[in-house]
């Protein structure tokens, strides 16, 4: 089993399917995915595209490099709806290197734009494609032999995952070459140039659980869903498709903190009380053990995580109509931010205090004047409102 784990996530850091280090202190590493990826971009960069065309592919350059893994005909069907030319050029790189032999991946590498030389295509250094590039190719000349003869042989198990023999995707792609003539291009995709990108048209939800992403691919999809559960949570994933991606993201890496934080976020669009105090203190939990709150706070970063930590823990039971207990985690904040004479986490605290007080049903004309009269001191205008 862990043989087929391999073949499918290469990852550096992976030994017998077992991460041996935080994955996350890596900034990327080569798959198969992203060789796709290359290939993609040494097509946008070497072949002459029409500008409708290039205007698509341009736009889906970031979401396609930040993003999580695809499936090759995940990956081949996105290409397609914006260039078909271009998804056919990619099959024939792809089918090279993958029915070829490890040279030809070699091959494939040595003959990337440099980014340091390209001054008049998208590699150039400054670019995102160059800045891609680049970070591929270090990664690449990095890989010790052994790394890059595994490497090579997922690149052949994601091909010939999606063309199921190896002599079957000639013929396909035959096939497809006779509707290649730019007029039918226009026609089909032509109605899309403008429409927005999101990254559920990347993505299925019934995809298959993938293996660990690099840090720039989970802080990429952590800030992109929890922006879009709080501006616009139809567009975010559903609960539960979010959920197991969580899962898997939590499986390689259970310390990362911001996965904790959006599964607590997660929780709360299902009303699930446990689950949503769970991953809270799990969040604060290895915020104060990884010293990211010491770091940057000094020494006072460890006790701001306290208190609010059990200010967010208030504001959970409160929400949930756990009047008892939110006060208790009240009572705690308060505590904790007078010793460390902390007005603004006070503040808060005050403003949950007096909508605690009206959910029970009473009011209180002094609190409310004032928590209005600080939180405007303290420029807090949320509080103030």
């Not at 308060?334 to 986490?345: L, P, Y």
Request: aromatic share 10%; proline share 4%.
């Amino acid at each position: 089993m862990a043989s087929v784990h391999e073949s499918l996530y290469f990852n550096p850091m992976m030994t017998n399917g077992v991460v041996h280090a935080n994955v996350f202190g890596i900034k990327d590493w080569v798959t198969p995915y992203k060789i796709s990826v290359l290939a993609l971009l040494y097509e946008m960069s070497s072949s002459k595209i029409t500008l409708p065309e290039r205007r698509r592919l341009n736009k889906l350059i970031l979401p396609l490099q930040q993003g999580p893994d695809l499936t090759l005909d995940q990956f081949l069907r996105t290409v397609e709806e914006c260039c078909p030319q271009t998804a056919y050029a990619v099959k024939l790189r792809l089918h090279e290197m993958a029915d070829g032999e490890l040279k030809d991946m070699e091959y494939f590498f040595s003959t990337l734009p440099t980014p340091f030389t390209a001054f008049d295509s998208e590699a150039y250094k400054t670019s995102v494609v160059g800045l891609f590039m680049r970070h591929m190719l270090l990664a690449y000349n990095k890989l010790s032999f052994s790394q890059v003869y595994k490497l090579y042989k997922s690149l052949q198990h994601y091909y010939h995952s999606h063309f199921s023999k190896p002599g079957d995707s000639l013929p396909a792609l035959a096939a497809d070459d006779s509707d290649m003539d730019l007029t039918s291009t226009e026609d089909t995709v032509g109605d899309r140039a403008d429409a927005p990108l999101l990254e559920s048209e990347l993505r299925s939800d019934n995809a298959p659980s993938r293996g660990p992403l690099s840090q720039k691919q989970a802080e990429y999809f952590l800030a992109r869903q929890a922006y879009l559960l709080k501006n616009d949570e139809n567009k975010a994933l559903k609960p539960a498709a979010l959920q197991e991606e969580l899962n898997n993201m939590l499986k390689f890496n259970p310390d990362f903190a911001e996965a904790h934080y959006l599964n607590y976020l997660n929780s709360m669009r299902v009303q699930d009380i446990f689950l949503s105090a769970h991953s809270l203190l799990h969040y604060f939990d290895r915020l104060i053990l990884s010293g990211n709150e010491g770091k940057s706070n000094g020494d006072e970063g460890y006790g701001r995580s306290l208190r609010y930590a059990a200010l967010n823990l208030a504001s959970l039971h409160c929400r949930f109509g756990h009047y008892q207990q939110a006060d208790l985690a009240l009572q705690e904040a308060i505590r904790i931010a007078q010793e460390s004479n902390d007005h603004v986490c006070l503040q808060h605290c005050l403003s949950w205090l007096y909508t605690l007080e009206q959910m029970k049903g009473s009011e209180s004309t002094v609190l409310t004047q004032d928590s209005v009269k600080m939180a405007a001191h303290f420029c807090l205008p949320v509080s103030a409102a």
